[in-house]
Each structure stands twice: as C-alpha cells, then as structure tokens.
C-alpha cells in the first residue's frame, strides 16, 4: 500500500466510540434484527436471496442441506448481564453466495450487540457439542432455497467479489455474493473481473484493510499470469458486473 493511503486514514478512529456506533446504526436497517439478543432464549434465521429471514420457532433444529443459517444464543448471568453466541451454521450443500451472506451478516449482527458476541463457525455434519445442545434434536432436510444467484461467466471468467474487514482486532478476507448490495462505505472490496481487478475503498474503511486489499489483489493478478492488472479506477464496467 502506497504511504500515502497512510497518510489520508484515521488510524486512530478504529475501533473507537464512533466508530463502533456507525456500525452499529448500519446494523439497525436491518428489519430482522429488531429485538435479537435483548431477552435470553434462542433465535434462528436464514439465508434467503441475500437477506436473513426468521425461522419458526416450531421448527427449530431442522436444517436444510442447502442452505445457510445463522443462530443467536441469548444466556441471562447471575449478576443479570446477557452473554450472546453467535452461530454461523452452513449446510453441506450451501452456496458460495449463501455461506457469504451467512458470514456478512453474523458480522453485522455482531455489530449490533456492540461486538460482545462470541462467534462460530459451524458445519453441517461437523456440530460442536454446543451447538448441538441448543435443540432437542437436529434433523437434515434436503433441499433447500433457490439462491437466485447465478454465476455471469464472460469469456469463461468467473467475477468474484471480496470484502475485505477488519473485526475485533483481526483483518479478513470473505468472498461475499458480488451484488452491490454487499458494499458498504466501511469496508475495503475487490473484485476479480475479466478484464481488471478492481480494489474500492469505503470512505470509511481503515488503513488495515485498505492494506490487505492491495495485497488480495496484487496476489490475484500474480495468479492471473499478469494478464489483467490491479486497479482503484471505478469505472461502468465495474458496477455492470454487480446486479
């Protein structure tokens, strides 16, 4: 990363008091976290085209090979303090857009309870005990929703999106639905197209991951052969490849 980008972030705003409030009022747009976490007791959703939606109680504990899910554990202490689990469950027959939406979200919901959650990742087939101990009993049911995510690959290129973030102190890069809905102002991308690799900045993203965004891309194009080149110029050809 050029020393300039250095120059031109707030390093110091990271993690701060306003910055986990910005996030956190990005969280609250979401209509399905309205009342998560403020009681003890159980909550689980779904991915369904790119949104969560809530699962009926009655039928929690049954999962769709094909689907992601995401679940929320509420437990009441002694002292009368809720500690919340976050559970980001993936089916064995889940989708690439599925499991990044699953991901982003558990982010934003983390988000939402001010970071205290604990997250885990959870694999259908793989429960941990924990997971398991949160339903009477778990039953896999085939099938599951149609994503409606479907891969454009132009001159047999597969477009990629990545978003690049930084949580609780650790950089990550997940591979989310390259829709542009999944961009935010707070976060770095990149997107592996046919003919440039795109990296976007959020005017709000840190200098953490504006770094790590440069790095995913240079290493992108290394794989590449050098046959496309890394770019920050935004162009048409970059939002026409999201829907």
């Known amino acids: ?98 499991k990044g939406t699953a991901a982003y979200k558990t982010v934003e919901l983390d988000d939402l309870l001010d970071g205290e959650p ?14 398991v101990g949160l339903f009477k009993e778990l039953e896999f049911l085939d099938g599951g929703v149609d994503s409606g995510f479907k891969h454009v690959v132009p001159e047999g290129h597969d477009t990629k999106l990545y978003q690049i973030r930084r949580v609780k102190g650790k950089t990550t890069v997940l591979q989310v639905p390259a829709r542009k809905e999944m961009l935010n102002d707070g976060d770095s991308f990149v997107l592996d197209a046919p003919e440039k690799i795109y990296v976007l900045d959020g005017p709000k993203a840190s200098p953490f991951e504006k770094r790590q965004a440069n790095e995913t891309a240079e290493h992108i194009e290394t794989s590449r052969h050098g046959k496309v080149q890394a770019t920050h110029d935004i162009d048409d050809a970059f939002w026409a490849l999201l829907p």
């Open 118 to 131: 604990k997250q885990v990742r959870e694999e259908m087939g793989k429960e941990s005990p924990d997971f």
């Open 1 to 98: 990363m050029a020393a300039e980008d250095w120059k031109d972030s707030n390093i110091g705003a990271i993690g701060t008091d306003e910055d986990k409030a910005l996030r956190k009022m990005a969280a609250t747009k979401e209509p399905a976290w309205a009342g998560a976490g403020s009681k003890p007791g159980l909550l689980v959703w779904r991915v369904e085209h790119f949104h969560v939606v809530p699962v009926d109680p009655g039928s929690y504990g049954k999962f769709h090979k094909g689907d992601s899910y995401i679940v929320l554990q509420t437990v009441e202490t002694d002292s009368g303090k809720l500690v919340h689990t976050i559970y980001f469950y993936i089916g064995t027959e889940s989708s690439i857009d599925e």
